[in-house]
């Protein structure tokens, strides 16, 4: 049985360059970051070379990088950090967010929400884009915070923001930007200048580092609150022994994002996708790709094969040794039709006739000519037992 | 040069048994524990595995078992979460806690009675002992959490847990007891039903687990609320993509300290100990130690040497290849005397000249010869330096 693994947008093996300059804070070099000896030294060093190669990526000062557990919990510092420090002065704040975010954008809105601060939720076009024209008419004077995902984990859809960040340095009053850019690092420019974000999370396990660490970009001179507090780490902002390991593979990870080679690596992931997207529709009948395909992360293609169920084809193709996934990883074992899908107008059912397919460094054209044939299989296979009528004539 | 590592109060090496039970998960099992296929499952699995092992540790329910990033944050979502739940039933909850927490406990009472929270910090006898006199004065009828730590990271002292968890038990209105067990795990009986707690800290980096990684027990029908929001990861109390081989090195590393082999290392731990505890001030003069010398983990000693500065001390120390602490590792950049010193009664010249040693598993007879050598000289240099003149005869 082969194992195929399609699920990159849920987890990326750590690459072994990675893993090998990891290795020595998982050995020898134990020393906790804050003691003053040697050991410690050796530890908050590391911890500042990674911090260095981030700002590098980010095309910020390296005291703008704060490593936190995970993106979830970056993601979650952004948003309640940032209106903990804003009801200070606004008896009311207000977020906008869209309605295609990670959950660990979504949820913490949510949570305020019920806190008592306003909370807009842009909707999406069919192609699954945020349009600069309802961000605008949703400001309002106690907007706060701006949280739109870079690029979307289901469909992949890349968003405005240097338009949304662009409009918002214009405001009056201080709006702060934050982006998701999780499955954005690894193939597009997150120069946060550029980009005109205030804050900027990233995780590791999605670019070939380690599960555990992720970052949060904090602009200069933001005015934000920590959740979480201790001891004084990473300037108080998220205290609590630093994970050196794991943020020496962040650091190491991003450089590999950073590298030439990378740039190889994405062209031939989109040329593989590609080929998914050319081949699937040849060979399987009545399918829609969800989400636009210009504004789109090269390595994400998601399908909907109505009369196949999603979490059928999932586990039919699991048990032929493919991993692929109906949507996000987090909220796998969730029975609602994923809120993205929906967002972009489609109905429940054909919702969960969805499937994500995300490839990376490590895809092989074998293994998309194999995984193909397969689906079409399966697909089949389930709509016989469904009792689906193809609305063409099929293959 | 020696390489003489007695920190182990602030990090551990990673057990090259635990590390090796870390390594598939940073390799070919890189899968999303949230993930439906196949990858996914034995990544969940093993982290089920690894909350198995703790359960069993703690004598309590593995649903019982919430892993976090960081002990910091396991007692920050202790406190912060059950103030948080209870704020729905009384307008101003009441924590209690002590002088000598960790400031991961300590942090989080002062920003909440900042909020509105009412904090009574109870003192501790000069052997840094809470008395349960003390607390039962304290006690509310608007108390809703009392916070005490299991062993001291400075002194080691062991507190009552006990007797305060019986009493808590007796209480009419319901008080949650939370400890925060980090440094007492790999020495003392961590059976939550005995100690009559609620909530209960870990970290496996100082257990020889890797650094990122903590737990929260929590017992069943406690009503806390999460700090962060997300996929609804840990039953939806800490979200973010599970932490695999962190986890597996918590679960590995609780293993071990569970071993029958660890009691032997611990025998041995103590005899070195006591040697220091010994030899030390039969060859340095006017020296004091802190701290109760019955009530103590057996891996530490933390001694005053008057008219020797502790932050001088360790940098010489450190110079000659010696790694102590002048006291927590997460305020060692801090300025101040050490909170721990000052609430046994100590004046602040007194704490600052003040050295915590900890022993560990790795600790040979050989390193502390040397080290017990060593540090006489170097308190010998220091106190001519700063022309202390000693009270008694001296050596």
Known sequence: MPKIYLDYAAATPIDPKVLKTMMPYLKKEFGNASSIHAFGQRALSAIEDARNIVANFLRCQPEEVYFTGSATEADNLAIQGIVKAAKSRIAKPHIITSAIEHHAVLEPCQYLKKQGCEVTVLPVSKDGLVSLADLKKAVQENTVLVSVIYANNEIGAIQPLAEIGKFLKQSKTKIYFHTDAVQAVNYLDCNVDSLGVDLLTISAHKIYGPKGVGALYVRKGTAIEPMVYGGGHERGLRPGTENVAGIVGLGAAIKE??????????????????????????????????????????????FTFPGAEGEALLVALDQKGFAVSTGSACSSHSLEASHVLTALGLPEETAHSSLRITLGKY????????????LAKVVERLREISGYKTKTNGK
Do not use: C, M, Y
């Open 257 to 302: 994002v950073a590298s030439p080679k990378n740039k190889i690596h994405n062209i031939r992931i989109r040329q593989l996708r590609d080929k998914l997207i050319k081949k699937i529709p040849k060979i399987i009948s009545d399918i829609a790709i969800n989400g636009s395909l210009e504004k789109r992360l090269p390595n994400n293609i998601n």
């Open 363 to 374: 895809t092989n054209e074998k293994e998309i000519d194999i995984f193909v044939l397969a």
